[in-house]
């Protein structure tokens, strides 16, 4: 069977709603609690690729960490822009499932379940 990994935070409805449906569905998944475990930038790259979404896609600008480390700033390279979510995890968008190559945000939930069909 293919690896299934849910990266979670517990505090986000839409992350435990992910959680819920996996449960409901009897499939195991490794859980990432990536606040507790944060990603490292060639995992959070990896990530990027099997989303297919830029850096900037997968922050959440609604963070304000996300004004007070600057990050509007529209000449950020990709790098710089994976670092700030190593350096703060809260900035990563949620949740996310990944299954094999492929992985999905979770908003809406229904992007989960295409990616499980």
């Known amino acids: 069977m ?3 990994t849910l990266y979670h935070y517990s505090g986000c409805s839409k992350s435990r709603a992910a959680l819920a449906l996996l449960e409901e569905r009897g499939i195991q998944a490794t ?4 606040l507790d ?3 490292n ?3 959070i790259s990896a990530l990027l690729k099997k989303l297919g979404l830029s850096a900037r ?3 959440r600008s609604g963070e304000s960490i996300y004004s007070e480390m600057a990050l509007d700033n529209p000449d ?3 790098t ?3 670092d ?11 949740p996310i499932l990944e299954v094999g190559s492929r992985a999905a945000i979770g908003r809406p939930i229904d992007n989960l379940i295409e990616l499980l069909a």
């Open 2 to 4: 293919t690896d299934i």
């Open 31 to 34: 859980v990432v609690h990536y």
């Open 37 to 39: 475990t944060p990603l």
């Open 41 to 43: 930038a060639q995992h």
């Open 57 to 59: 896609e997968l922050i």
């Open 76 to 78: 950020l390279s990709e």
């Open 80 to 82: 710089e822009l994976i």
């Open 84 to 94: 700030a979510m190593v350096q703060a995890p809260i900035l990563i968008q949620r």
